[in-house]
């Protein structure tokens, strides 16, 4: 799979994002995926625990928190602020 | 194969027929505002069971409209009709009628958080394709309204094939009447059409379902496509036969190539939802209210974890502080009922079984209850207002590295004050792993029962040297803390490792807004909770209880009773006044210790005397914590009637007795190691019967309570063996 630099979990806070693509072979991911997180997603990463993990992100005005570690199989394209 | 299918349409007939009430289903998202919903609805008109063979709470409840009688079920909180989890396949099996013992729905209540559509709409696509008589609830209507949502509730009831829906604020009770209506009519309401949002499914559906050979319908054959044959699905996918088996493979390998089919229905489905909230929403700019202000304190990373520091400190100061005076209240009381019910009666048998028998076992019950009740008052509060949510997030890093998840936090904090309501609390892990190595490091948390044992032995045998800036007596008591706490991280990474070996749950938490609970909602679950704890622990302990004042009043000695007299009437002769009161009680507690050294638990302190000498135990200490196996602050009271100083002693003359108590060669029998044995045997050893009740119950199967008890009591024999051997050479 191509490397794309933006994931789930390189957002910063208050950064949004689209989601463009799903690593979707791990049955994990595709749990996350019954709860919304699908391509053409929008998110905001919210806040994150001490330490950054696990990430709140918002999602159609509702707090969904991830690991990291599962945060990176999202790739994202970032939306300026504001946009 | 057919025969459920023909059992069920049969028991459909006679519901009919008689009359009986119809059944609803209560179905929605987890935090959808369903389950206040549903205590709004049926008020104290509910009954909690479990299903058959498993750990899930059955909540059934009757609603009463205009004289007809609706009943419903409310089903654990689900995502979708594929099932992930042990609760959501049983939400999904009542849904579709295939649940054991429970009615097969006559309609379905589907409640549709406002502030949260696109989840929502996402299980509402598969539920209105059920063809099911309908009806949606719109919830937090109030809270949508506040963070600028506006919903068009007719273009939503279009876009879900005309069903019916209706807007109501659960906690106010505004639009509740509107819903009773239609509830009660919804046995008679035609189904809402089906929306099939993917048709290609649909069609597969149908040519599995002729392919099939038993009475599955279209809605199940779905699922059988998307989720293909598994563990879970048995209850329908046995009813496809070889043909039917076959031909799910060819279809499978059609719809979905190599995609996997969950993902492939999450993307057609949000898809669909993602259309559906733009053209049946609007939101304004929200305007900033108390819930955003506050959600955006908590959600920085270090206010939010002090905050969370602050509220479990008063959630464990409430537990252990605000209790003890409701219960020492309990214990006067029931110790006073004993004994004026035994003055009652007079001596004897009968009226022992009832003073120190039968109330006494049930004051070892209701003893728990303050700590259940204010423990679960917290816990409610916390989960209706959305905030253990965001505790399990914020101490998810911390309690994964020690192999525990964010949700175990509040059990393992409440066990410190007791285990019992702490493993009661374990209900809000989702996960039955974490879940079970959480009730498996919870009752070595250093609960309240143990510190008056700790207390006692510390204050006579510890010396209150200083050391550092501690005292050395508290130092051990910090240790004591300190070493549960340890064994309890140790116990979970070790069952984590070997029998609870699995997969880490994904951790995809939703973290729902804070909101106001609703005062009548809370009362009616920690009625619920309380009722639960009476009837199914209750019984356990009450038994136990009643067997252990046999073990300790039988066989009676008439040789020491009349010996006994005989004392009592010659003190009378000789003294007066208190002097022969006092000399009276003497007599008294000689031949009370007298019983207990011939009852079968005297003797078994005997028999067992050669496993427990290599601790430093005489048989007086060996009895009494055999007696402490049910509750181990009675150990207290059996050590004060062994010692010959009654069972009300106070602790002073006790710990003077304890000092002077020998071996028969004039050894002192409390030597140091010894103690710190005892201790260390204190810390560890499950004795607690109700603790044990409680995980019978939790867990639903005898086999943890029953390992738990072996393991514990284990480590605590080899952890007092050490300290006594080393400690003594």
Redesign the interface.
Known sequence: MEINAYTLATLKRGEKGVIKSVDASDPQVQRLMVLGLVEGAEIEHASSAIGGDPIEFRLFGSGISLRQEHAKFFQVAPIAAGG | MAKRSEIRVSADQIKLRSGAQASVAVVGNPNSGKSTLFNRLTGLKQRIGNYPGVTVERHIGTLLFEGKRTELIDLPGT??M?A?SLEEQIAVDVILGRMQGTTAPDGILAVLDA?????GL?LLQQLVDLELPMVVALTMTDAATQ?G?DIDVDALSQALGGVKICSVVATTGAGMENLRAALSALPETPAPNRISVWPELTVAAEKLRSASVGSLRVPECERLIVDGVTERNQSFSSELGDAAVAMLADLREELFAS??P??V???IR??W??VT?NAVQC?TPPFRSWRTHLTAFL????A??IGLFVVMAVVFQAVFAWATPIMDFIDASTASLGASIGALLGDGAFSSLIADGVIAGVGSVVIFLPQIVILFLFIILLEDSGYLARAA??M??TMRSVGLSGQSIIPMISSFACAVPGIMATRVIPNRRDRIATIMAAPFMTCSARLPVYALLIAAFVPPDRVGFMNLQGLVLFGLYMFGIVMGILTALLMRKTALRG?K?????????FRRPNLQTVLIQLLGRAKVFLYRAGTVIFVVAVVVWALAYYPRSDLIGAEAEKQQTAAVAMLSGDELALQLAQIDNVAAAAQLEQSWLGRAGKTVEPIFKPLGWDWRVSAAVIAGFPAREVVIAVLGTVYAVGDEADEATLSSRLKASSWPDGSPVFTLPMVIGLLIFYACCLQCAATLAVIRRETNTWRWPVFAWVYMTAIGYVGALLAFQIGST
């Not at chain 2, 502030?115 to 989840?119: E, G, M, R, S, V």
């Not at chain 2, 959600?299 to 270090?302: I, L, S």
């Open positions: 995502h979708s594929s992930h502030t949260n559509l696109y989840q996402f963070t949502i995609e996997p969950i993902a229905e999450a993307r949000y898809d939802a993602r909230l939101s959600n920085q990373p270090v939010g974890t997030y914020l998810d890093r997969p749950p994904p951790f995809a938490l939703m973290l729902p807004e």
